[in-house]
């Protein structure tokens, strides 16, 4: 298995445009969680995904921010429109079911000009 | 206050050394405890895990768990320049997914 294959790697745009990043999860896993990376908050969850089904968007910082999963091997997470201070580094991971250990992707470095 | 604390170093020491990298946390309902491991420019990737207290072993990795302190220890030994990473605890409460990271400690063996 390729592992969850998350894309683009690297996506700069500017402020005010609208950003979407990809992750499909590893073949099988029913469990999809988004986080944040950055170097003063860490690795912060942003929503998780059982089912298809968003179970807990505490984390979604606002609005502008949306995640979707349509199938069980495909979710995005949108940046509508993006500010400076969303530049971090997203990461999708997945899991089965209630199993402790998550798979994370390489990640997307967004950078917002 | 954070949920879990840990000192993001950065931690430097020569090849060969015991290494003890450390979490603190607040919630006394976390049972599940992690170490992930995560390389410049990776993902995390899971090192280690143990449920409630106790100790586990890995070869070189040790993982402790102290409930009555709220406290986690990962100890690295005959630490190898390939250890240099990102290590990261993380927790949760049984039966729930979320997991709760701390910071991440910087971590550099040095040849």
């Known amino acids: 298995d390729a592992g969850v294959i998350q894309s683009p790697r690297h996506e700069v745009t500017e402020m005010g445009q609208e950003v979407t990043l990809r992750c499909k999860p590893i073949?099988?896993?029913?469990?999809l969680f988004w986080y944040r990376q950055t170097m003063m908050r860490g690795l912060e969850l942003l929503i998780y995904?059982?089912?298809?089904?968003?179970?807990?968007d505490s984390g979604m910082p606002e609005d502008r921010f949306s995640a979707k999963m349509p199938n069980a091997s495909f979710s995005t997470l949108k940046i509508q429109p993006s500010e400076p201070r969303d530049s971090a580094v997203y990461f999708c991971?997945?899991?089965?079911?209630?199993?402790?250990?998550?798979?994370f992707g390489q990640g997307t470095r967004l950078t917002v000009v | 206050q954070k949920e879990v604390e840990q000192d993001p170093g950065p931690l430097s020491v020569p090849e060969g050394a015991i290494v003890s990298l450390n979490c603190t946390y607040s919630n006394s309902a976390f049972q599940y405890f992690m170490w992930y491991r995560q390389y410049s420019r990776k993902g995390p990737e899971l090192l280690m895990y143990?449920?409630?207290?106790g100790n586990k072993e890995d070869g070189r990795f040790t993982a402790q768990v102290d409930k009555s302190s709220k406290y986690i220890s990962l100890f690295i030994r005959d630490s190898q320049p390939s250890d240099s990473a990102t290590y990261l605890c993380?927790?949760?409460?049984?039966?729930?997914?979320?997991?709760?990271f701390g910071q991440g400690t910087r971590l550099t063996i040095n040849p």
């Open positions: 993380a927790m949760k409460i049984q039966g729930a997914q979320k997991l709760v």
């Open positions: 073949s099988g896993h029913n469990s």
């Open positions: 143990t449920y409630s207290s």
């Open positions: 995904f059982n089912n298809n089904v968003p179970i807990d």
């Open positions: 991971a997945s899991s089965l079911g209630m199993n402790t250990e998550a798979f």
